[in-house]
């Protein structure tokens, strides 16, 4: 027989310790990642969206606070600060080919990046979303990492952003070929670039793994940005 | 790989306080990211060898191989707000549908009329 009240106090330690909630979420995430590879990285199987899942199931499940996840999780989060500095290094190896083309990358991305904050606040005041997430929506074509910041520093909720910024990109990275091929849209250059502008990290693995060119353009137009929408953002909400 | 993490740390500290001093509302990182781009950039002009090159390079690929696992945490975080989510699910679906749609469509075809132009001059 297994010992019920032994088992109960192992989960009570189990459920206290750091150990426990970083070792789910990393093996959360390396099973979603492998199913997103078996799947022929389908946007829908998205690898953080299922870990988000399975984590947050377990959590609703065994009646757990957040709080408690987040205190053992947060060493992996503690990354995403360095992780952001770190995207330096990506544009600094493009620079040559953003120098080259400077006028066609600056353009495009002044343009696409105000585009992109106008519609999602317009659409979200003509819809009459709440305040905060209305905060929470307007970082969501960049990088999870910057849109995150961006949304704590307007007075959004950085989780919300997360799912938001993570369903951009899915919804980017699956549609975004029928979209350039409806316009007849051929310049890969283009296609790569308007990718990563407006679905960052997903839609740059999508435009890598069809094109090399697509793929380094989309590198550039995540990056760059990121940059700009994080001076954007918050200077739209003082104009407005 | 000590003296990459050490100078990628260093930068995103200054960028905090960067951002706290002067009470900008960019994220401190970010700050910390264009810092650390400019100084390579100004590195490379004076033509001299960035120090530690390939380590910082190594360094930062690690980082950003795993950047959709640092995101779990505080996207777990969405647990709490299931019921904001929940009473506004179709309208933000809508907006972000719509959103990403229309500017793929604008921002591509921006860039390719420009390119295009490029190629005639050329």
Redesign the interface.
């Known amino acids: 027989m297994i010992d019920q009240d032994k088992l109960y106090s192992i989960w009570v330690y189990l459920q206290a310790e750091p150990l426990f909630w970083l070792t789910l979420?990393?093996g959360?995430?390396l099973i979603a990642?492998m199913a997103y590879k078996k799947s022929n990285l389908f946007p829908l199987l998205n690898?953080?969206a299922m870990?988000?899942l399975i984590?947050?199931l377990i959590?609703?499940l065994f009646n757990i606070k957040?709080e408690r996840?987040?205190d053992g999780?947060?060493f992996?989060?503690f990354?995403?600060?360095?992780?952001?500095?770190?995207?330096?290094?990506?544009?600094?190896?493009n620079?040559n080919l953003i120098i080259s083309?400077s006028?066609?990358?600056l353009?495009?991305l002044i343009?696409?990046s105000t585009?992109?904050i106008l519609?999602?606040y317009t659409?979200?005041l003509y819809?009459e979303?709440?305040k905060?997430?209305i905060m929470s929506?307007l970082p969501?074509?960049v990088?999870?990492?910057?849109a995150?910041?961006?949304s704590?520093?307007?007075g959004g909720?950085?989780?919300?952003t997360?799912?938001?910024t993570?369903?951009?990109g899915v919804?980017?990275a699956s549609?975004?070929v029928f979209?350039?091929d409806v316009?007849k849209?051929?310049?890969m250059?283009?296609?790569g670039?308007?990718?990563g502008?407006?679905?960052h990290?997903i839609g740059t693995a999508r435009a890598m793994s069809r094109n090399k060119n697509a793929g380094v353009y989309a590198a550039v137009?995540m990056g760059l940005s990121?940059?700009l929408t994080?001076?954007l953002v918050?200077l739209f909400l003082k104009i407005i | 790989m000590l003296k990459s993490v050490f100078i990628i740390l260093l930068y995103q500290l200054i960028g905090e306080l960067f951002q706290k001093f002067f009470g900008l509302s960019i994220p401190g990182p970010v700050i910390g990211l264009v810092l650390l781009l400019l100084t390579l950039l100004l590195i490379q002009k004076r033509q001299k060898v960035v120090p530690i090159k390939e380590d910082l390079f190594n360094s930062a690929e690690i980082l950003l191989n795993y950047l959709p696992l640092l995101f779990i945490p505080l996207g777990v975080g969405v647990v709490m707000h299931l019921s904001l989510l929940e009473d506004n699910l179709a309208s933000v679906v809508f907006v972000i549908i719509l959103g990403t749609l229309s500017t793929l469509a604008l921002t591509g075809y921006i860039m390719e009329k420009i390119l295009r132009k490029k190629t005639l001059v050329d």
């Open positions: 979420t990393i959360s995430y990642d690898p953080v870990s988000v984590v947050s959590l609703i957040y996840y987040f999780a947060k992996i989060h990354l995403l600060g360095p992780a952001t500095v770190a995207l330096a290094i990506p544009i600094y190896k620079w083309n006028k066609a990358i353009i495009s343009l696409g585009f992109a519609i999602t659409l979200s819809l979303l709440p905060e997430l929506l969501r074509n990088t999870a990492p910057i995150m910041g961006i704590e520093i307007i909720i950085p989780s919300l997360a799912i938001i993570i369903l951009t919804v980017g549609l975004g979209v350039f316009m849209l051929k310049n250059d283009a296609r670039f308007s990718l502008l407006t679905s990290g137009g990121g940059l994080s001076i918050p």
